[in-house]
């Protein structure tokens, strides 16, 4: 039985990833349950706007996270430490000033998921 697994999307249509974690959802899921690893600081939950805001429809590839801790895939895209779920190997974009710098004052340093720009 699977524990602290993100949502798995129901369909491919629309999806968006994070683009601070690069978890991949349905707006519906982040408006319903958030980003299982960024909530705390995001606020994505019942919060629309802010979905649209911090999450992109914009991304390349996927790679399904059974056990983050154990594989050297997840070790590879820096989401080892993940919730397990469906992540974008890259995602286009870059959150807003005001969640960069709300991440800054909490001590969270920022790494870009977008590898189009590299």
Not at 13 to 18: D, E, F, M
Not at 79 to 107: Q, T, W
């Amino acid at each position: 039985m699977m524990q602290n697994c993100a949502g798995l999307p129901p369909d491919l249509v629309g999806l968006r990833a994070c683009m601070i974690c690069s978890l991949i959802k349905t707006p519906e899921q982040f408006v319903t349950d958030g980003c299982e690893n960024c909530e705390e600081f995001l606020c994505l939950k019942n919060n629309k706007s802010k979905v649209f805001e911090c999450t992109s429809v914009n991304f390349d590839g996927m790679i399904a996270a059974i056990d983050p801790e154990r594989s050297w895939v997840c070790r590879w895209q820096r989401i080892d430490r993940f919730h397990r779920g469906i992540y974008a190997i890259s995602v286009s974009g870059k959150p807003p000033s005001h969640v960069l710098r709300d991440m800054e004052n909490r001590g969270i340093v920022y790494r870009s998921r977008d590898t189009s720009q590299k």
